[in-house]
């Protein structure tokens, strides 16, 4: 059996996924304190809408969130506003925010077998998201490695999605 290392070592750093408690302040600071620009005016997601599981359930989740490109991977910033979600129980276990997850892309194509392998080596899917772009698993890793493990497959749209948004950030 594979372990976690091994099942992620051939993929792609994505994105590191920090949940906030005010999602301006964050995109203030990181832009004027640390220049990382290029972040969009946060968008309004409900969870219904990507049809986004939490715990094989359909909930009624709702966020703010933005991200920008940053010299090879995304910063994604949420910040929870209401229901249940994985981001709620992030925030309200860690009121100040912090690093909720890293996001590993691949193609789509061997989605399958790399979240079959962690299923395989018991970590257990907080939120799905099937969506045309990717289809999403977010891993409990909390215990393995300090954040959960977000595995994307990337469609074709998806890389050409990818594309146009690191020429933006």
């Known amino acids: 059996m594979n372990s976690i290392n091994n099942t992620i070592a051939g993929l792609e750093l994505a994105q590191i996924g920090w949940v906030v408690p005010d999602i301006h302040a964050a995109v203030k600071f ?10 969009p005016q946060p968008e309004h997601i409900r969870a219904q809408d990507l049809g986004m599981t939490y715990y094989g359930q359909a909930v009624a989740g709702e966020w703010l969130t933005t991200q920008t490109y940053n010299g090879g991977a995304f910063i994604e910033l949420i910040q929870p506003v209401s229901g249940q979600s994985m981001f709620h129980d992030y925030l309200a276990r860690y009121p100040a925010g912090g690093t909720q997850h890293i996001a590993f ?7 399958d ?32 490695l300090g954040v959960a493990t977000e595995i994307m497959g990337i469609t074709p749209g998806g890389w050409i999605a990818i594309e146009q948004m690191q020429k933006v950030g």
Request: charged share 20%; aromatic share 12%.
């Open 113 to 144: 077998r790399v979240t079959s392998d962690l299923r395989e080596q018991g970590y257990a899917i907080i939120s799905e998201v099937d969506h045309p772009i990717a289809r999403m698993a977010f891993f409990d890793t909390y215990q393995t």
């Open 30 to 39: 990181l832009s004027n304190a640390l220049s990382i620009a290029g972040f």
């Open 105 to 111: 892309r691949l193609p789509v194509s061997d989605f």
